[in-house]
């Protein structure tokens, strides 16, 4: 059976995985299905969510003991990917919830957030995150909008400069500072459960790709229990668990585009090669050499995974500078080798790869896989590592 890009719905080799085989079912059957649909109106992916939810995909982080089925990063990596071969803003759905429940797994130490966890773990909560701010930029280091503390509750309003399918999600978690007196870098991160938010749109999202993550500026006004905020700092939430989850997670999304594209370009070749029994097409050559910067994309992810998962979460992490260094520079490998591989496929492609319409179209790949290198912009990464160089003693 084949999905309409031609793409085998029988899970590729590298998913390895139960929870990667589910989610590449998922993506073939109804993501892949809707995707072209969903790029072409903007809209939310959501047949891909409700698949999501039912198939157990957006509780599976979550400890067993919650309900869940205590997925690690390497099989929460090989689901994101997966769904990315089929449909990148599907994929970004599921990326960006993971790591908002990754939050709440490792710093979520009230009644009132495992109670969540709990509720995650069932599919019912799709979390959505409001870090970027008007007026911020990507300097996700501080913040202007701060918590007002009443009688055991706190009042939230900021003007969120891209929240993703916030129109859609169940809880929406936001950092800002501690109170309205605080210091812009003296943040803490607010979990918003279900009813407790509401979300007005300021903008429109009408991008180049990515298109059905509708993540639009919002304006988000709050009302919250206290017992909602994480008791650790937004730094340490980020130190100790951002960086690690935002770098499995978002880069396994980049990685599936060009898995995708890598599959369409190969397909295309092997049409070309049955067209001329006996002969190699030219275009093959091309391919060999796609799927040498594929490889290297491959490895540097499961690499980066490998040594996440050997430190752990908590202070081990924080601490570890090189790593630190390594996960940031997965970003800029992966947004930059994956962005490589999809344009090699458009030049295996040829015109069917720039058409539109043709079978072998790459394009939607072409325009979403572009959006790895803003979310967030990777001039911020290289600085960041530029000054961490100045202190670490080895890497
Ligand atoms: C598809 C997509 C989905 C998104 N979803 C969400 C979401 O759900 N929630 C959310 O909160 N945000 C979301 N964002 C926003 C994202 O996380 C970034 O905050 C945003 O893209 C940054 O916008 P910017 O590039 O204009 O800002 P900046 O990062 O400020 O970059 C603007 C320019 O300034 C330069 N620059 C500024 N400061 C520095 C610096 N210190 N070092 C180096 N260069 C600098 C950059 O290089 C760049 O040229 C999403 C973005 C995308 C593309």
């Known amino acids: 059976m084949a999905t ?5 719905v029988d899970a590729p080799r590298w998913c390895k995985t139960d929870l990667g085989k589910r989610a590449w079912q998922v993506g073939a059957t109804v993501a892949g299905a809707h995707a072209g649909e969903v790029d072409r109106e903007g809209r939310f992916p959501a047949e891909a969510t409700e698949a999501m939810r039912t198939s157990g995909l957006l509780g599976s982080m979550v400890p067993v ?3 869940g089925e205590g997925a690690g990063l390497a099989a929460i990596s090989e689901s994101i990917r997966a769904m990315a071969s089929h449909c990148a803003s599907s994929a970004l759905v599921l990326a960006m919830h993971q790591i908002e429940v990754a939050y709440l797994i490792h710093h979520g130490e009230t009644d009132a957030l495992q109670d969540l966890l709990g509720r995650v773990a069932t599919g019912s909560v799709l979390m959505a995150n409001a870090n970027s701010e008007v007026g911020l930029g990507g300097d996700v280091g ?22 993703s ?27 918003c459960g279900p009813g407790s938010f509401s979300v007005e749109p300021t903008g429109v ?3 180049m790709g990515l298109r059905g993550t509708c993540s639009s500026g919002y304006r988000l006004v709050v009302d919250e229990r206290e017992d909602m905020v994480l008791t650790d700092t937004w730094s340490t939430v980020v130190n100790r668990t951002g960086l690690a989850a935002t770098a499995a997670t978002l880069n396994s999304v980049w990685l599936g585009i060009a898995e995708a594209a890598a599959a369409t370009a190969h397909a295309s070749v092997r049409a070309e090669a049955r067209r001329s029994i006996g002969t190699t097409p030219p275009s093959a050559l091309r391919l060999a050499e796609m799927l040498v910067v594929l490889g290297q994309a491959r490895a540097v992810l499961a690499d980066t995974i490998a040594h996440i998962e050997a430190v752990g979460t908590g202070a081990a992490m924080e601490d570890d500078l090189s790593l630190v260094l390594e996960m940031r520079d ?3 490998s992966m947004t930059t080798l994956s962005a490589d591989v999809v344009l090699r496929a458009l030049t295996v492609c040829g015109l069917s790869g720039y058409k539109r319409d043709s079978k072998f179209s790459v394009e939607r790949n072409v325009r979403d896989v572009l959006g790895g290198q803003l979310m967030a912009n990777n001039n911020r990464f ?7 160089l100045t202190m670490v003693k080895r890497f």
């Open 205 to 207: 999202w009408d991008t």
């Open 165 to 191: 399918y916030a129109a859609y999600a169940d809880a929406i978690t936001v950092n800002c500072r501690r109170d309205v007196e605080a210091a812009e870098t003296d943040q803490v991160m607010l979990i």
């Open 4 to 8: 309409s890009n031609g793409t085998m």
């Open 382 to 388: 290289y600085v960041d590592n530029a000054q961490l």
């Open 330 to 332: 997965l970003k800029l």
């Open 142 to 163: 501080r913040s202007l909008c701060g918590l007002e503390h009443r009688d055991g509750m706190v009042h939230l309003e900021k003007d969120v400069l891209a929240l």
């Open 65 to 67: 003991a919650l309900g």
